[in-house]
């Protein structure tokens, strides 16, 4: 099968009006992979690209009827979901997602656990974090936290977990994996990341694999598509995924690009990563996947609004 609606993919997610996050970023980065979107709204922020002004969350059982009346119709091969907003919300989500389960046709679920916005505004109440490790994850095929909510998920009354570099990002996916029984995908947009430390994570651990992604020709320069290689910071940004069910770790490195067209990121690479997966890649690489996709939509943004503008979706 080679038509859209045979890689429907479903994003339950906040709305961002000014088109970069949410549910927007979504929908057009399902639709550059060739997927046919589907978009239950949590919630509707008003905000644009220099921050959050608002948040006005859809009554739950509204959150339940656009669920059902989407997959009462849709052929859906893949979950994204981003901005669940509240307790009471993420429950009524989960609880639908668990029928689907109990019924057997639950697709996979990559949860992006959005807990603020780069601008700092609560988009998870603190309430709602609970109901999303202990009903939302056990159904999810992969869960995408960036640094902050990685330490906030593994924080318990008596510990603080700090990360700081690869090697506390591998300790860090191997017990948030363990404390939740799903692949995780921490993502290293906040950490300082070499060459050398590529190397480390070898030699320490030999269920690492590294995937090299843009980083060198042949001639051992340094590549980028749009960009001119003098402007690019040899800094390199990883991710880095540990699936349980192998017990092995892959770390996806590629160069730093500066940029202030970074607004939605996270929604993308998550929605690009269900996107892989409608498309029946294997987890390992949908990340690879969506991982590149994200990258070359910052590397080729042209600049939107006065803030933190959007990537690029259409490349
Ligand atoms: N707004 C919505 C609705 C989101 O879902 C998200 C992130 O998931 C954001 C804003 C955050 O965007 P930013 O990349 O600016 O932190």
Do not use: W
Request: hydrophobic letters at 40%.
């Amino acid at each position: 099968m080679t038509t859209a609606e045979a890689r429907g993919a479903l994003t339950i997610a906040g709305s961002d009006p000014s088109g970069g996050a949410g549910i927007q970023a979504d929908l057009k980065t399902f639709a550059a992979h060739g997927c046919y979107g589907a978009s239950v709204i949590t919630s509707l922020t008003a905000q644009n690209t220099t921050g959050v002004q608002g948040v006005h969350a859809v009554p739950p059982d509204f959150v339940v009827q656009q669920l059902r009346m989407v997959f009462d119709d849709i052929d859906i091969k893949a979950i994204k979901t981003g901005m669940l907003y509240d307790a009471v919300i993420a429950a009524e989500v989960a609880k639908v997602l668990k029928e689907r389960q109990a019924a057997g046709k639950l697709a996979p679920v990559v949860c992006d656990p959005v807990c603020v916005s780069t601008s700092g505004h609560t988009l998870l109440k603190p309430d709602a974090l609970d109901v999303l490790v202990s009903q939302v994850f056990p159904l999810t095929t992969l869960i995408t936290p960036n640094k902050p909510e990685t330490e906030l998920l593994l924080k318990t009354p008596n510990s603080e977990v700090k990360i700081e570099s690869l090697a506390d990002m591998y300790t860090a996916a191997v017990e948030l994996s363990k404390k939740t029984s799903t692949a995780v995908l921490v993502k290293g947009g906040h950490v300082v990341s070499s060459l050398k430390n590529l190397e480390e994570i070898t030699q320490k651990h030999s269920n690492v694999e590294v995937v090299k992604q843009n980083l060198y020709d042949e001639n051992m320069e340094i590549l980028l598509v749009g960009r001119d290689p003098k402007e690019l910071n040899p800094e390199i940004v990883v991710d880095l995924l540990y699936q349980p069910d192998t017990q092995s770790a892959v770390v996806y490195a590629r160069p730093r690009i500066e940029s202030t067209s970074t607004h939605g990121t996270g929604c993308t690479l998550s929605a690009a990563i269900a996107s892989g997966l409608a498309q029946g890649l294997s987890l390992k690489d949908a990340v690879a996947q969506g991982a590149l996709y994200t990258h070359f939509g910052i590397a080729t943004a042209q600049p939107i609004g006065k803030g933190y503008g959007p990537l690029n979706h259409l490349h």
